[in-house]
């Protein structure tokens, strides 16, 4: 209990001004209210099946609080996950492991970034790991032992602590079982995880699948680890951080002395992870620093070899998700709380173990300094989307301006996806080329992955021009204007 309280102490003080009533908007931290239970977005579906839980859970709750409490159960899960790995005698230990777990520049950033589904399954992680790593002499689904009492037991915590991830789709799911592959195949569970893995990523697997996506090698440089603080790039991976993107960057985190503290503190966790005796090395300990290290190179791929990651995926697009390499390093950051617990288990550096993962990151506080906001939408948003989805016609929803973010005023101006693509029941043609500044101040541009968003006339019902200024070439007529107002207009063919 007291991990899991901490945890949502943690989430108070992090999200902050998040926490009032409203949506946070920024990247791909877009919910909407009364959102479609399936919207198409087309493309790589890497909202599957997180959007599809959100608006399940719309249906029941005002989607403000379905974001809030999504947002407070990644600290919670992840602090009380975390903790579960340090032996209970340990209590301590398990504070120590928890704060780090749920409050680390990896977490930070990715938050920063919006992705909320991939940090769910980073914040499960833990409880992955336990269910693959269990001691016992159970067969997993085995004879002889009973339905509850044998390998059935195992194999359904296995099942329950995969849970977030499987919310949590595509790219929490690759982190999990790249985590669980050496520990399963250490424990000879291979085939059940594999298994289990499987069947749990079909929403997102089988879509996937038959999307016909397609994946810029461009964006291999374009999501490379880049160096967030005076230590390069490699410094900045072993620190835990190191995101492609510099908006996703903490306030300050660019200090010698907070990135010196970050360095220390991640160097401090791996070397109490390594310097576990023998004796108190869990089954899964071998494991876990396997995959750590398998993270931590894919990691390195596209920052220091990028070319053979550009020709896997010139082979195949399903190495896609790869280019986002600093998402792998969730196994490096548990083995690093875990270690701290290890080593910093009473006393004085049990003490300093409990504040140095807030004091080297202070700015991650009250919402990373005001980054992250709740605010409403404004009721021509609620106005528009009645219109549509009220209409039986069938046709598409064109989304102009022709471009995949917005920075809205009423939002105070935080570029976030357009909200437009998980409003509406019904088709939305979009831009989803992704434009990435690079340090030298050029910009990448990298391909959209949906081949169905080409502008076309056929097959379009509405025009839903965001703003006053639309660059783009619109042709009125035979368009009807339905909705004109201050932040939207809407016209129907």
């Known amino acids: 209990m007291g991990p899991a309280l901490l945890g949502a102490g943690l989430a108070v003080l ?25 919207p198409d977005s087309g493309g790589f579906p890497r909202a599957v099946p997180s959007d599809l839980v959100a608006a399940l859970l719309s249906r029941v709750l005002p989607g403000e609080l379905v974001q809030k409490g999504l947002l407070v159960a990644i600290f919670v899960l992840a602090a009380s996950g975390a903790a579960a790995l340090v032996p209970p005698e340990r209590r301590i230990g398990r504070l120590v492991a928890a704060v780090f777990y749920a409050w680390n520049v990896y977490l930070a950033q990715r938050l920063l970034l919006g992705q909320w589904a991939l940090l769910l399954g980073v914040a499960g992680l833990p409880w992955a790991v336990r269910a693959v790593g269990a001691a016992g002499r159970e067969r997993w689904l085995g004879r002889g032992h009973g339905w509850w009492r044998g390998g059935w037991r195992q194999w359904w915590r296995l099942v329950v602590a995969l849970v977030p991830a499987a919310v949590g789709g595509f790219q929490a799911m690759l982190v999990t079982a790249l985590t669980l592959a050496p520990i399963a195949v250490a ?122 990651l550009k020709w896997l995926i010139g082979a195949w697009a399903g190495f896609g998700p790869l280019r986002d390499g600093q998402a792998y390093l969730a196994p490096l950051v548990l083995v690093a709380a875990v270690g701290l617990g290890s080593l910093l288990r009473s006393g004085a550096p049990a003490v300093v173990g409990l504040l140095a993962p807030v004091l080297v990151l202070p700015t991650f506080a009250w919402g990373a300094s005001g980054r992250l906001e709740a605010v409403a939408y404004p009721q021509e948003w609620r106005a528009v989307q009645r219109i549509v989805n009220a209409d039986p016609a069938p046709g598409a929803l064109l989304s102009l301006p022709w471009g995949a973010h917005r920075a809205f005023a009423w939002n105070g101006g935080r570029v976030t996806l357009d909200p437009a693509a998980k409003m509406f029941a019904r088709r939305v043609v979009r831009d989803d080329t992704l434009l990435v500044g690079l340090p030298d101040g050029g910009r990448l541009r990298v391909r959209g992955e949906d081949p169905r968003n080409r502008l076309s006339p056929a097959g379009v019902r509405y025009v839903l021009v965001a703003g006053t200024e639309n660059r783009f070439p619109f042709d009125r007529r035979g368009w009807t204007p339905v909705h004109q107002g201050r932040e939207l207009t809407l016209w129907r063919r």
């Open 187 to 308: 424990r000879r569970r291979a085939a059940v995880t594999g298994v289990t893995l499987g069947v749990l990523s079909l929403p997102w697997l089988v879509p996937a699948l038959t999307s016909g996506a397609v994946t810029d090698p461009a964006g291999v440089d374009a999501f490379a680890a880049r160096a967030d603080g005076p230590f390069g790039v490699l410094g900045s991976l072993l620190s835990l951080g190191g995101v492609w993107n510099a908006e996703a960057g903490v306030p300050g985190q660019e200090s010698w002395w907070l990135a010196a503290g970050r360095l220390a503190l991640a160097l401090t966790g791996l070397y109490g992870y390594a310097r576990m005796r023998a004796e108190e090395r869990p089954q899964w300990w071998g494991g876990l620093a396997v995959a750590a290290g398998a993270g931590f190179g894919v990691a390195c791929l596209g920052a220091f070899a990028p070319g053979v």
């Open 14 to 38: 992090a999200l902050g001004p998040a926490l009032g009533w409203g949506f946070v908007l920024r990247y791909d931290l877009v919910f909407v209210p009364d959102p479609p239970l399936l």
